[in-house]
């Protein structure tokens, strides 16, 4: 069955950097189009991130300049890089896809301290 796993989250500074990786098993990943949401307390999921099955990127203006969405079809992975961390980016961020219905990975945990 299709399985998202996310890894890399922690704790970190403000204007600290961060590398979240999203692992894809049981589909067929390289003509996938990719996501990474994110969840903070007491406010809706919002979308951060896309990467296409050709490499086009697309990023919430919140981010743009700070985070870079990038996949290894390779190793079946899509990364995050987030730089210049604030406090606002604390959330749970999550990988997303439609791979026979909308499939979602446990989420990892990024706080930002002040």
């Known amino acids: 069955q299709v399985r998202l796993v996310e890894s890399g989250g922690g704790l970190v500074q403000a204007g600290g950097s961060l590398r979240l990786s999203c692992t894809a098993s049981?589909?067929?990943?390289?003509?996938?189009?990719m996501r990474w949401y994110r969840q903070a307390p007491g406010r809706q999921r919002e979308l951060v991130a896309t990467?296409?099955?050709?490499?086009?990127?697309n990023y919430t203006e919140d981010v743009k300049g700070r985070f870079t969405i990038s996949r290894n079809n390779a190793w079946n992975r899509m990364y995050l890089q987030m730089n210049g961390l604030e406090p606002e980016d604390t959330a749970v961020y999550f990988c997303?896809?439609?791979?026979?219905?909308?499939?979602w990975g446990q989420g990892t945990q990024v706080t930002v301290s002040s």
């Open positions: 049981g589909m067929n990943f390289k003509i996938a189009t």
């Open positions: 997303q896809t439609y791979w026979r219905g909308d499939r």
């Open positions: 990467i296409e099955s050709n490499g086009r990127t």
